[in-house]
């Protein structure tokens, strides 16, 4: 069983600067089944990039993902105030065939 | 725009069943081409998924929780369900029921709102 790792677990910030959130797999996953999602408190998820770097719909340009193997960023170019909440990412892998997910980063105002 | 609803029981006793419902509006889960599934968050932690169902009824579940799970369908109401057996103070959650789509490698969105499921006598 393929298990991520998200780090770092908790990343202050101030609006305006860039986050970098990292997500590492302890086996090669496929890109095309890679994803991050945004959760608020109170919410369900949200999906944000899917195939590693595509921007879901209604997704502003700031989110972008990379990577590739075992090693995959979210990146937020400048962060706005709406955008500090916990950050998932989600591989879907076919053997065996199930979802796993990473524990989470927390992103907090500084 | 399809959405979802999470319902049923907030409140189960240990070594009962729990039992869910998921009701999606704005689509035909009988049109096909998604799938269907629940994933469960406890408390202040992180995500796991459960398992999925299509529409003929074909199902997948998380191996570990395989043995007390069942996911099925009902396209004559724009339902799915969960049923989870022999529950513990373990399975205290919040319930998402959400839909996948293998156009996008079997993405997780929409998502229901989430409902919160606990375990206690």
């Known amino acids: 069983e393929i298990v991520l790792t998200q780090s770092p677990g908790t990343l202050s910030l101030s609006p305006g600067e860039r986050a970098t959130l990292s997500c590492r797999a302890s086996q090669s996953v496929s890109s095309s089944y890679l994803a991050w999602y945004q959760q608020k408190p109170g919410q369900a998820p949200r999906l944000l990039i899917y195939g590693a770097s595509s921007r879901a719909t209604g997704i502003p340009d700031r989110f972008s993902g990379s990577g590739s193997g075992t090693d995959f960023t979210l990146t937020i170019s400048r962060l706005e105030p709406e955008d500090f909440a916990v950050y998932y990412c989600q591989q879907y892998g076919s053997s065996p065939l199930m979802y796993t997910f990473g524990q989470g980063t927390k992103l907090e105002i500084k | 725009q399809v959405q979802l609803q999470e319902s049923g029981p907030g409140l189960v006793k240990p070594s009962q069943t729990l039992s869910l419902t998921c009701t999606v509006s704005?689509?035909?889960?009988?049109?096909?081409?998604?799938?269907w599934s629940w994933i469960r968050q406890h408390p202040g932690k992180g995500l796991e998924w459960i398992g999925y169902i299509y529409y003929s009824g074909s199902t997948y579940y998380n191996p570990s929780l395989k043995s007390r799970v069942t996911i099925s369908v009902d396209t004559s109401k724009n339902q799915f369900s969960l049923k989870l057996s022999s529950v513990t103070a373990a399975d205290t959650a919040v319930y998402y029921c959400?839909?996948?789509?293998?156009?996008?490698?079997?993405?997780?969105?929409?998502w229901g709102q989430g409902t919160l499921v606990t375990v206690s006598s």
């Open positions: 959400a839909r996948l789509n293998p156009d996008t490698a079997m993405v997780i969105d929409p």
């Open positions: 704005g689509g035909s889960i009988s049109s096909g081409g998604y799938y």
